[in-house]
Nanobody, 124 residues
Framework: QVQLVESGGGLVQPGGSLRLSCVASGFTLDYLAIGWFRQAPGKEREGVSYISSSGGDTYDADSVKGRFTISRDNAKNTVYLQMNSLKPEDTAVYYC?????????????????WGQGTQVTVSS
């Protein structure tokens, strides 16, 4: 059973940065594709960034492109989301999700395991 634990959220001013971490246990990260998703109050869950199991293929949603970077350290069983130039509209609960296999997919329904989420609030 894969367990995912996110950390690194918090309150930050517009223009600031945060780095989220997602630590996996119960299964080696080498065989898991990862997605970062977010959900704001009253809105649907949306995909933010994705990374293949090897780390060789990544994708960022248009809303975060150029500001967010996803990366992974399989030796540490950890995936990161570096978030720069944060905006108030980035405020949401951020979740990491894992699926068995090498390839990431856009749809949340295709992910098998989810973390509990970490709150990111961007406000002055």
């Amino acid at each position: 059973q894969v367990q995912l634990v996110e950390s690194g959220g918090g309150l930050v001013q517009p223009g600031g940065s945060l780095r989220l971490s997602c630590v996996a246990s119960g299964f080696t990260l080498d065989y898991l594709a990862i997605g970062w998703f977010r959900q704001a109050p009253g809105k649907e869950r949306e995909g933010v960034s994705y990374i293949s199991s090897s780390g060789g293929d990544t994708y960022d949603a248009d809303s975060v492109k150029g500001r967010f970077t996803i990366s992974r350290d399989n030796a540490k069983n950890t995936v990161y989301l570096q978030m720069n130039s944060l905006k108030p509209e980035d405020t949401a609960v951020y979740y990491c999700a894992a699926r068995l296999g090498s390839t990431w997919y856009y749809a949340p329904s295709l992910y098998d395991y989810w973390g509990q989420g970490t709150q990111v609030t961007v406000s002055s």
